[in-house]
């Protein structure tokens, strides 16, 4: 049975709360702007990674959290058949995989010497920090049909699951974080080992065993996500919670790492519940000394978007008010790569509720903050014009999916200094067929095809200026995922040397207007043609325009 693991929701306009500026980490940062960054950014702004969708094995199912260890990638989810990339469900290479696999990053390959089956859906896989264990968690009762009750451990040397390892948690586990000895783990349990526990608990790496010091209370919701603060001192906590230890903490909130208790969190980016309506965190993730945080809203204009904070004491750093729900967050090189259903990121002056609306389901933006938001404040929201970061040029498109029945597309994302891989549901990826898994890589390891966009170029149009033999040639830009600027020739007849070569930047949101003279054309009549290139090289041309002379 596919259990659900998180409530479909949609976003519409509502009006705006009042909002409060709290405390903000200190942070200089110039005036943010349109998308910048790409793969090849200008001087100062990070790189991301192409948008050409690399091979990877496929899933038959739904692909819920994956973490990468050097590069290898475990993935855990509800599925139950891997099969090569390029192939249909029910390929002859097609192979068993139940819950759970792994796959080399660099190649995409299957893994297959690690084969086990969850007997249930997998929610959360983490690694230790000497990425020697990973630990998944989840609804599952048996692992390869030993006991191992919603939470197991795995040796990545050996891919054997550890047999020693095997706590028995009363209920779901959703959200998971480890020192080399010390498993903490949430989500909506009651009891762990016999004990009782409230939704956090944490055991020993050795055997499962309670660590009975450590009994946080997530006191009246789920926990979906936890992150090891620098210094392995703190537990940052994320979920749709409202308390933790009996005092008001909503949505994320830290504790002590040995005795659980309430520490230090300065920062309140998930607006307090109001009545059926709240946000919730739904992701973590470390780098540096920050936190990143993706949240998810139900209700008009709540919370959807993605924050940073101090991992020390939550001191905010910023906070994205992109509406459209966030379910994975993974920081590299400067960039925060994000899987979202994003329509509408006003906040960071970029792409705007579109008319038909636009889901964009992957986003790359700075990790460090550059302007101040740049639309009202979302519902019942503790902060305006607060630090935002600016979103980078990276406009992969992945397709909806069916299989959950939520229609999103990615739920997760990892990778490695040269790699970005995405997992979730969905069946297509820059309209090719790519079941579930996706990989994405820097500029140097990419083959660095995708090119600027041939439907969006359409043929330009040729006046001739009265009095004047000057043919002016108007057209409007077009726009290419992973390249800001494009370079674009205009050419006349059959000719293949360009009259001029102009530079412009575009984006999926805005397709600027542009236009040429042509002063001093021959006799006769003459067309136009628009050749468009990209900084790889990848080059399209428009339909010939009407002849004119």
Not at 382 to 406: M, S
Not at 474 to 487: F, I, Q, R
Request: net charge positive; glycine share 10%.
């Amino acid at each position: 049975m596919r259990a659900l693991l998180r409530q479909r929701r949609t976003s519409v306009r509502a009006g705006m709360a009042a909002a409060v500026t709290l405390g903000l980490a200190g942070a200089s940062f110039v005036s943010a702007g349109p998308a910048a960054g790409d793969t090849a950014p200008p001087t100062g702004t990070p790189p991301t990674v192409s948008a050409d969708p690399l091979p990877t094995w496929q899933v038959n199912g739904v692909v819920w959290s994956m973490v990468t260890v050097g590069n290898t990638v475990y993935a855990t989810g509800s599925f139950t058949k891997a099969r090569p990339p390029g192939t249909a469900p029910g390929n002859a290479k097609e192979v068993t995989r139940n819950n759970i696999l792994a796959f080399d990053l660099t190649t995409g390959n299957l893994v297959t010497s690690f084969n086990h089956s969850l007997n249930g859906q997998g929610l959360r896989v983490a690694a230790s920090p000497d990425g020697k264990r990973v630990y998944v968690g989840g609804e599952f009762t048996t692992v390869d049909g030993k006991a191992h009750s919603r939470l197991a451990a795995f040796d990545t040397a050996t891919g054997k699951l550890v047999d020693a390892f095997a706590p028995r948690v009363s209920n779901v586990v959703r959200g998971i974080a480890a020192t080399n000895s010390t498993v903490y783990f949430g989500g909506n349990f009651f009891n762990v080992n016999g004990k009782s526990r409230t939704r956090l608990a944490a055991v020993k790496a050795t055997n499962g065993a309670n660590i009975d010091t450590w009994r946080p209370t997530a006191d009246d919701n789920e926990v979906h996500a936890l992150a090891i603060a620098p210094g392995e001192q703190r537990v940052i906590i994320g979920g749709r919670f409202q308390k933790i230890n009996g005092a008001q903490r909503v949505g994320v909130g830290a504790v002590n790492a040995t005795n659980g208790a309430s520490v230090t969190w300065n920062s309140r980016p998930i607006p307090t519940k109001s009545g059926t309506r709240y946000s919730y965190v739904t992701d973590l993730f470390v780098d540096g000394d920050t936190v990143y945080g993706a949240a998810d809203g139900e209700g008009g204009h709540w919370f959807d978007g993605r924050f940073a904070a101090k991992a020390a004491n939550g001191d905010l750093v910023w906070l994205d008010n992109c509406y459209g729900a966030t379910y994975g967050v993974y920081a590299k090189d400067k960039a925060l790569y994000s899987v979202s259903h994003a329509h509408d990121c006003s906040s960071l002056g970029a792409f705007p509720e579109q008319k038909p609306r636009i889901w964009q389901r992957a986003l790359a933006e700075t990790t460090y903050p550059t302007g101040t938001d740049k639309a009202p404040p979302g519902a019942n929201s503790n902060y305006r014009n607060q630090p935002v970061p600016t979103l980078l040029h990276w406009f992969p498109r992945l397709a909806q999916g069916t299989y959950t029945k939520q229609y999103q597309a990615a739920w997760t994302v990892t990778g490695n200094g040269d790699y970005v891989a995405m997992g979730g549901e969905f069946p297509k990826v820059n309209g090719k067929a790519q079941q579930g898994l996706v990989r994405f890589a820097l500029k140097a390891k990419a083959p660095n095809k995708t090119g600027p966009s041939a439907p969006d170029l359409k043929a330009p149009t040729a006046a001739k200026q009265l009095a004047s033999r000057r043919i002016q040639i108007s057209w409007k830009a077009t726009w290419d995922m992973d390249n800001e600027s494009l370079t674009y020739e205009v050419l006349r007849d059959n000719e293949t040397t360009p009259l001029t070569t102009l530079k412009k930047n575009s984006s999926f949101w805005v397709l600027p207007s542009m236009s040429f003279i042509d002063e001093n054309p021959p006799a006769g009549k003459h067309t136009y043609r628009i050749r468009v290139s990209d900084p790889s090289g990848n080059r399209i041309s428009s339909p010939a325009s009407p002849a004119v002379g």
